[in-house]
């Protein structure tokens, strides 16, 4: 078993007592985090507070409770962009949306649902919306689009919520989406209402026992769930509770997409079919 894969508590006790301090100040679990990520990141507090060990950083955040939001920051926030991995999202786009939109018409289903979990600032579920606002306009169809978009970083749902990017974002967007889904002033790139108005944001903890869905979105059923680059965060323990969670709300024809760099359904292969080898995107299995 490598470092990454051990129990936070096994590796560091001043480590666990800080995931026990910021479990009970903000309501986050993260003690099956990926445990060199979250050294690295607490390592980065310590050096900002002018910390000298994990001691008197235990005893910084003990008497300076606004330093557990700062925690909470770098411990849950994720690097994003519009379209990240192009060539997941072409395809999605091609062969994905195609099929999904040829199932609701024989079904007589005209309600898409889609799930972004760890969806960070807001550009995964906004290059979702935009894709099928365009497969929708180009095939003159007439469908209730549902995207809910969930993190546990508050601070990166609100800048979600807000949809003003400036350009580093935008590396693997295609002009026609950014001219036609943007007004640019000052510098900075405002998302279109209309898109906006497609994405339900809330806060959503995956490894919560208390709900198997977000609240907005009442009973799951969800056709599509993206939740890339999260579970590379998570120890094999927790992985599996997370894609189990995931699972019980997705439908027969439901898909998750992972992340590029993500290969979790090696260790869980059980739960799920891989749908295509040139990307982590599978289906329900069983």
């Keep these: ?3 990454s894969t051990l129990s936070i508590n096994t590796i560091n006790p001043n480590v ?5 301090l910021l479990l009970k100040n903000k309501g986050i679990d993260l003690n099956g985090s990926n445990s060199d990520f979250l050294i690295r990141r607490i390592n980065r507090r310590l050096k900002a507070t002018n910390s000298l060990d994990y001691k008197s ?5 003990k008497n300076n409770i606004i330093e557990f939001d700062h925690l909470a920051d770098i411990l849950t926030i994720n690097i ?6 192009a060539f997941t999202y072409h395809y999605i786009r091609r062969i994905i949306i195609p099929k999904l939109f040829a199932e609701k018409i024989r079904t007589r289903n005209n309600d898409i649902r889609i799930w972004s979990a760890g969806c960070a600032t807001g550009e995964e579920p ?12 180009d095939n003159k169809l007439d469908f209730k689009v549902n995207i809910f978009a969930t993190d546990i970083n508050e601070k990166s749902l609100n800048t979600a919520r807000n949809a003003e990017y400036t350009e580093e974002v935008f590396q693997e967007i295609e002009f026609a989406y950014l001219s036609k889904y943007f007004t640019s002033q000052n510098n900075k790139y405002k998302l279109i209402q209309k898109i906006k108005d497609q994405v ?3 806060t959503f903890d995956l490894l919560s026992k208390k709900s198997q869905a977000p609240e907005e979105s ?3 059923n969800f056709d599509i769930i993206f939740c890339r680059n999260v579970l590379i965060y998570f120890n094999n323990e927790y992985q599996h509770r997370i894609l189990k969670k995931l699972r019980n709300t997705m439908h027969e024809s439901s898909y998750l997409i992972l992340g590029e760099s993500e290969d979790p359904l090696l260790k869980h292969s059980n739960l799920f079919l891989r749908n295509t080898d ?4 599978f289906q329900k299995k069983g």
């Design 200 to 202: 339900h944001f809330s």
């Design 80 to 85: 994003s962009r519009f379209f990240r991995d």
């Design 218 to 220: 009442i009973f799951g």
């Design 126 to 137: 906004y290059s979702i919306a935009m894709i099928l606002d365009q497969y929708i306009n």
């Design 278 to 281: 040139l990307f982590k995107i």
């Design 1 to 3: 078993m490598s470092k």
């Design 16 to 20: 666990s007592e800080i995931l026990m």
């Design 57 to 61: 950083y235990i005893n910084y955040l």
